[in-house]
C-alpha cells in the first residue's frame, strides 16, 4: 500500500496545504518518512490524516466560485466502529461547507472496504440536507463498497454507480471533470 499515492496531477493549479480556506491548510506531509499505517501496512506519506485509524484522505482540489471539491480517499471506510463518516463531517466537510463548497467528488477506487450500521446514515442525510441544491457523487468505487452502502441505504444521499463508476479522471482537468459530472448528476437527479 506504501506505493498508492493520491493523485498529483493537479498539484501545479490547487494544493490544499496552500489553501487557507481549506480545512487541511498548513498540514505537512512527510517527503521521505512513511508515518502513517492503515492495520500493519505502511501508506505512502502524501496521503493526510483526518483522524480516521482505517481512511486517510486527499483534497486534490477545490473552486470555491464553482462550489465543488474533488477529495480520493484511501483505506478502510469504517463507520461501523471507527464512525468515520462523524469525524470526516465534522472535521473536514462542515469545514468546507461553510466556505462555499455544495458539490463534492469523492474519489473512492483506494477504498478497499466498507462497514456501515444504521446509526451511522443520519450523517449521511444530514451531510445531504445542507447542500441546497448540492451533491455528493461516488466514482469508481469497487462493487463490494457500493453494495455495502445500498445495503443500509446510503445510496440515497450520494450519487453513485452506472456511468460513475467507469470514470477515467485522471488525465481531465479538475473542472472538465466537475462539468461533465454535474450534466451527468443533474440529470440523474432530475434538477
Known amino acids: 500500500m506504501h506505493t498508492l499515492e493520491p493523485n498529483y496531477n493537479w498539484r501545479n493549479i490547487y494544493i490544499a496545504a496552500e489553501d487557507q480556506r481549506s480545512p487541511f491548510f498548513g498540514y505537512e ?21 483526518f483522524g480516521s485509524e482505517t481512511l486517510y484522505l486527499k483534497v486534490l482540489f477545490a473552486d470555491y466560485n464553482l462550489g465543488f471539491a474533488i477529495i480520493e480517499f484511501l483505506g478502510e471506510w469504517n463507520d461501523l466502529l471507527n ?3 462523524m469525524t470526516l463531517k465534522r ?16 474519489i473512492c477506487e483506494n477504498v478497499f472496504n466498507f462497514h456501515s450500521d444504521l446509526d451511522s446514515v443520519d450523517y449521511y442525510e444530514e451531510w445531504q440536507d445542507e447542500l441546497e441544491e448540492g451533491w455528493i457523487a461516488i466514482l469508481n468505487a469497487r462493487e463490494h463498497v457500493l453494495s455495502e452502502m445500498g ?7 450520494l450519487v453513485m454507480g452506472g456511468k460513475l463508476n467507469d470514470i477515467s479522471w485522471r488525465t481531465k482537468h479538475p473542472k472538465i471533470l466537475f462539468k461533465e459530472l454535474d450534466e451527468l448528476v443533474v440529470k440523474r437527479l432530475g434538477f
Not at 472535521?91 to 463548497?101: A, L, N, R, T, Y
Request: negative net charge; hydrophobic residues 40%; glycine residues 6%.
Open 29 to 49: 506531509n512527510s517527503e521521505v518518512y512513511f508515518t502513517d499505517q492503515i492495520y500493519n501496512y505502511l501508506i505512502h506519506p502524501q496521503w493526510d490524516n
Open 151 to 157: 445495503k443500509f441505504g446510503i445510496d440515497q444521499y
Open 91 to 106: 472535521d473536514v466537510i462542515e469545514v468546507m461547507i461553510g466556505e462555499g463548497i455544495n458539490k463534492f467528488i469523492l
Open 83 to 85: 464512525n468515520d463518516i
